[in-house]
């Protein structure tokens, strides 16, 4: 079935380790997107790509990395997790071609830092 | 700073309409959307509005005056499973989305 991939699914995790939240899409979309969703605020976006070996920041970027070396792959890294990256976390992408800019999301990767 | 305002939580009964209204402040506008959240699962796409007016898409209808920076989402014939957030979110001048907090709808029979 066609859409996007998110792995894994929930994750506990200690603060100061380091996690990747993998995300793959099969629709051959060029642009990618990594959201924070948290209670009571708004989809929060923390990386960007355009395109396959561009990335950018977002509202949200930092202890946070990002890398787009295909068009398919967009993983999410924290390179030393702190509980405030608690949060539900979703990667979308879209067809830059499309007239709507429609975003197609990820099931969503819940993370719990202690 | 840019916002958008919609409200929290919303209750209504099954069969009935009910108007999901939002409000947006913005740098600049490149169209205006609508999702649809249900619990522990992904946003999906249900509308975008770009210019002026209705637009209908089955029991569901979007309205947006770009003058009056404000949308609504209009959901006819209510059915359990419309029991979702729906999450309003702006395009602004630099074509990044802004998003609202999400209404909340409980449906009750």
């Known amino acids: 079935i066609a859409g996007i991939t998110q792995a894994p699914t929930s994750q506990i995790l200690a603060a100061g380790r380091r996690m990747t939240l993998r995300c793959t899409q099969d629709m051959r979309h060029n642009a990618m997107y990594w959201y924070r969703q948290d209670l009571g605020l708004g989809l929060r976006l923390i990386h960007y790509?355009?395109?396959?070996?561009?990335?950018g920041k977002g509202e949200v970027p930092d202890g946070y990395s990002v890398s787009r070396a295909n068009t398919d792959d967009f993983p999410l890294t924290l390179a030393s997790a702190v509980p405030s990256q608690t949060s539900v976390y979703f990667c979308?992408?879209?067809?830059?071609?499309?007239?709507?800019?429609?975003?197609?999301f990820g099931e969503g990767s819940r993370l719990t830092v202690l | 700073g840019q916002n958008i305002d919609q409200p929290t939580e919303m209750t209504a009964t099954e069969g009935a309409i009910v108007q999901i209204n939002c409000t947006y402040q913005?740098?600049?506008?490149?169209?205006l959307f609508w999702y649809q959240q249900h619990a522990g699962e992904a946003p999906t796409f249900l509308s975008y509005?770009?210019l002026d007016g209705l637009e209908e898409k089955g029991r569901f209808s979007s309205f947006l005056s770009r003058s009056k920076g404000y949308s609504y989402l209009l959901l006819k014939e209510l059915q359990m499973k419309d029991s979702a957030s729906y999450l309003c979110?702006?395009?602004?001048?630099?074509?990044?989305?802004?998003w609202g907090a999400g209404t909340k709808l409980i449906i009750k029979p």
């Open positions: 979110a702006v395009m602004d001048s630099n074509y990044q989305l802004i």
């Open positions: 979308a992408s879209s067809d830059s071609d499309s007239n709507t800019g429609e975003l197609f």
């Open positions: 913005t740098s600049g506008f490149n169209g």
């Open positions: 509005n770009v």
């Open positions: 790509s355009n395109t396959a070996g561009t990335t």
